[in-house]
């Protein structure tokens, strides 16, 4: 069962401005990446289900998080079918991120409270969504889509909170071209939790960047 509500979710999202991605096998790598998020001042991080046996690592991961870094909003990413939204919900995820719209996971995440954030790629898909209670849309993937398109949406809907995911780096024109054109929170991941960070370890490293990525998404708003 979520800890956090789905207001309390969206608030620190939009707070903070930015939700790291992850995944890995490796519960202790895991762990020690989102500590590094932890201590790096992020309060949110969103674990994707890829790979084989993700749920078992997230449970643990959720576990940890709760009794050793309070505060800590962990959710799950990558999601594609109700019946695992609602698996990673009863191990406590506190948010759900999916790749495209779908009507099913949107209903079993409302019926529990638990906010949940769909992949749209057009007003149609965008419009629907918030039909069904969507409070944050994942613009995904940003890349193809950019900033220039979310101005656009946020012309006829200035209501829309907006989320783009791939497509956003750690520079500062990248994230000042995204949060200029109106966007509540950006989703980052290898760019932010690198290969070479993880191979070499360096968690201090991940923390710095952690920091310093906030303190630029501050400055720039």
């Known amino acids: 069962m979520a800890k956090y ?3 309390e979710v969206i608030n620190q999202m939009e707070n903070s401005g930015m939700v790291p991605l992850f995944y890995h096998s490796d519960i202790e790598v895991a762990k020690n990446v989102l500590k590094a998020c932890y201590y790096g001042g992020s309060r949110l991080l969103e674990f994707t289900n890829r790979g084989d046996f993700a749920f078992e690592i997230f449970k643990d991961l959720n576990k940890f998080a709760i009794n050793e870094l ?9 999601i594609t079918d109700s019946s695992s939204a609602s698996q990673y919900m009863l191990a406590g995820a506190n948010f759900v991120v999916t ?9 079993i995440c409302n019926r529990r409270k ?3 954030s769909p992949g749209c790629g057009s007003l149609t898909e965008i419009s629907r969504a918030e039909e069904m209670g969507c409070e944050l849309i994942k613009l995904f993937p940003g890349s193809i889509y950019g900033p220039e398109f979310v101005k656009a949406i946020k ?10 995911t791939g497509g956003v780096n750690t520079s500062k024109e990248n994230l000042k071209g995204w949060f ?3 966007v509540s929170c950006v989703g980052i991941g290898s760019k932010l939790i ?4 993880l191979i070499a370890k360096d968690y201090n490293a991940l923390e710095e960047k952690v920091k310093e990525i ?3 998404i501050k400055e720039i708003r």
């Open 5 to 7: 509500s789905r207001i």
């Open 70 to 78: 309070p505060g800590m909003i962990l959710g799950v990413g990558s």
């Open 99 to 107: 790749p495209v719209f779908r009507k099913d996971i949107a209903k």
């Open 114 to 116: 638990v906010l949940w």
């Open 155 to 164: 012309g006829p809907q200035p209501w829309t909170s907006i989320m783009p």
């Open 180 to 182: 200029d054109s109106g």
């Open 194 to 197: 690198s290969n070479d960070i």
């Open 214 to 216: 906030l303190k630029l």
